[in-house]
């Protein structure tokens, strides 16, 4: 288990352009950013043990976090 906080910017920096760009112009963006950034911080936070969370709700914010993010790209993609 890796507990490197996975930062779209570092994950995805081929877009890292677009994302700043979307984050300005887009709400509907910047508002799943904005959630995969602070379920991103959750899980890091349990990684690290500095929050503890059952293990069917850390995986529950390990789902979200890849559904976040996998819609980030599909608009990423799209842009």
């Keep these: ?8 910017k570092e994950d995805f920096p ?5 994302i700043h760009n979307l984050k300005e112009s887009d709400a509907h963006f910047r508002r799943l950013f904005d959630e995969y950034h602070s379920v991103n911080r959750a899980v890091h936070r349990l990684e690290i043990g500095e929050d503890h969370a059952s293990q069917f709700d850390e ?6 976090r890849i559904k976040l993010k996998d819609e980030i790209y599909a608009l990423l993609k799209a842009a």
């Design 1 to 8: 288990m890796s507990h490197t906080p996975h930062e779209l």
């Design 14 to 18: 081929e877009f890292a352009e677009a």
């Design 59 to 64: 995986e529950a914010l390990r789902k979200e």
